[in-house]
């Protein structure tokens, strides 16, 4: 079986399960250094696949972990890798809509939901089409994820969300306020491989001036540029 090293923890993994890539260790530890600012509390890692990036958040931060995918064999993966590296996760296999009691509420989050468009599939062919596939413009997951983190994030509770490009978090930004009124994007960090965006969570009229303050910070530069697609 393939182990996979992210943040100095070996994954295990295998073709049904998207392949952890070691890169994507910037996701959780750039939400580890934001954590040292946010309200006590859980962590919820939404998408969680084997379970590498929400571990490496624990590992690095000490917080309760709960993890949700809609796949029983990465959450599998997610409890065998939490299990050898002495990691206490809450894994559920549900769909990211359903696997949360009402009440629940997390200072961290982190989410790195299929972002490749539908018609780039077929560019991908050894990674498993659930795993990657964003929907028509790649941002449906994503979109998804926002609801939840308007839901379940404690007030100042802070998000990092990976997508594809910075074209998508643009179509993101600029439909927050109608998907995600709580949240207020403040910053982003687009690399060659897809773009980390980070959110914090507070009141609905805060979430909706921070959005429409970042729509035109991201304009003004704030991202590194992008070269050519991304690789999910």
Not at 68 to 76: I, R, T
Not at 106 to 117: G, I, K, M, S, T
């Amino acid at each position: 079986m393939p182990e996979t090293d992210i943040g100095g923890l070996a994954i295990a993994w295998d073709r049904r399960v998207l392949e952890p890539r070691p890169w994507t260790a910037e996701q959780a530890q750039w939400l580890a250094e934001l954590a040292v600012d946010a309200p006590p509390g859980p962590a919820l890692e939404l998408c969680s696949g084997a379970g590498h990036l929400g571990l490496l958040l624990t590992h690095l931060t000490g917080r309760p972990l709960v993890q949700v995918d809609v796949d029983p064999v990465a959450g599998e993966f997610a409890r065998a890798n939490a299990a050898r590296h002495g990691i206490a996760t809450d894994v559920r296999t549900a769909s990211m809509d359903e696997a949360l009691g009402e009440d629940e509420r997390f200072a961290l989050l982190l989410a790195d939901p299929p972002w490749v468009e539908r018609a780039r599939i077929g560019d991908f062919p050894d990674d498993p089409v659930r795993a990657i596939d964003g929907g028509d413009d790649g941002t449906a997951l994503a979109r998804l994820c926002l609801r939840v983190a308007e839901a379940h994030l404690l007030d100042d509770g802070v998000l990092v969300l990976q997508v594809g490009d910075q074209g998508q978090v643009d179509r993101i930004a600029a439909d927050l306020d109608a998907l995600a009124p709580r949240l207020r994007l403040v910053d982003c960090r687009v690399r060659e491989r897809g773009a980390l965006a980070h959110f914090v969570a507070g009141s609905p009229l805060t979430g909706a001036v921070g959005a429409l303050g970042a729509v035109g910070a991201v304009g003004r530069g704030l991202v590194d540029a992008q070269k050519g697609h991304p690789q999910p």
